[in-house]
């Protein structure tokens, strides 16, 4: 069974920096697009950033500029640099993998909460 795991969430005051990780396990052989999402309380869950299996990135007009998103592929993991913090950055972040093993296989990971007090 293939499933993604999250870790590196927590508190931070504004302006600080957090990193998170996701890692597939199971019998991986590809991931195509690896990324991030966040949902707030009271609010949809939305993108946050995007990285396909070549290297291409897609980052949400909030976070540009100050997340930075990377990925290890053959360790299957993904992560994301957050730096300059805000509080409205405060949200569950969310791991997703599509198109995986060459099929429409999508997984997410359980949420990590990132809190960014002000």
């Known amino acids: 069974q293939v499933q993604l795991v999250e870790s590196g969430g927590g508190l931070v005051q504004a302006g600080g920096s957090l990193r998170l990780s996701c890692a597939a396990s199971?019998?991986?052989?590809?991931?195509?697009?690896m990324g991030w999402y966040r949902q707030a309380p009271g609010k949809q869950r939305e993108l946050v950033a995007t990285?396909?299996?070549?290297?291409?990135?897609n980052y949400a007009d909030p976070v540009k500029g100050r997340f930075t998103i990377s990925r290890d592929n053959a360790k299957n993991a993904v992560y994301l640099q957050m730096n300059s913090l805000k509080p409205e950055d405060t949200a569950v972040y969310y791991c997703?993998?599509?198109?995986?093993?060459?099929?429409?296989?999508?997984?997410w990971g359980q949420g990590t909460q990132v809190t960014v007090s002000s």
């Open positions: 990285l396909t299996y070549w290297g291409v990135t």
């Open positions: 997703n993998a599509e198109k995986v093993n060459y099929s429409d296989l999508e997984l």
């Open positions: 199971g019998r991986i052989f590809r991931i195509d697009n």
